[in-house]
């Protein structure tokens, strides 16, 4: 999953992005409204994590122009207003959450995934791929009734080819799902990862499409 924050306090802007890191998540963080359009507009990012006080345009005049446009991009809205007015305001101009601070990092991942599984039409929290059981609360990945052991970017590489299962994506569209903005990124990283993949739980799980990319097939 990459995603955008949009925070202008220092503390807080570095403290989430370090905690999503830790959690496999590709994190890109703007602190003013004109840097979160130019990263909106360059970069396909899979959830906005919006704060509503910055500075020169709020946050809700951010996400006003984003649904104007009518992209569908699942939005969080994280502030310290908790005003009933201030949460009212915020999902009627098309937040699909809002989280009020301070809140436990476990609490915001968890309602990211939620939305994350809205977004794909699923309801179930966990994914099946055959033999392979994916579930994204534990960050558990079993093959029959082993427990298969993967480093966070083999996690985050599975998980973003079974949430588009029967599409194939190509080795950009992979590394922008794993890799935020300042992470080098080797020439053949992908296909390590996908080697390593293939090894841990079969070679045939995940197929390479000559010239175009990579898929896993539809349960």
Known sequence: MRVLLVEDDEMIGSSLKAGLRQDGIAVDWVK??????????????????????????????????????????????????????????????????????????????????????????????????????????????????????????????LLALAERAGAVLSRAQLEEKLYGWGEEVGSNTIEVYIHALRKKLGSELIRNVRGVGYTIAKP
């Open 32 to 157: 003013e409204a004109d840097a979160a359009d130019s990263a909106l507009a360059l970069a396909p990012y899979d959830l906005l994590l919006l704060d509503l006080g910055l500075p020169k345009r709020s946050g809700l005049e951010i996400l006003r122009a984003l649904r104007g446009r009518r992209l569908d991009l699942p939005v969080i809205i994280i502030t310290a207003r908790d005003a009933v007015a201030d949460r009212v305001a915020g999902l009627d101009a098309g937040a699909d959450d809002y989280l009020i601070k301070p809140f436990d990092m476990t609490e915001l991942v968890a309602r990211m995934r939620a939305l994350q599984r809205r977004f794909a039409g699923r309801s179930a929290s966990q994914m099946h791929l055959g033999e392979i059981v994916i579930d994204p609360a534990l960050r558990k990945v079993t093959r029959g009734d082993a427990e298969v052991t993967l480093s966070a970017r083999e996690y985050a590489l």
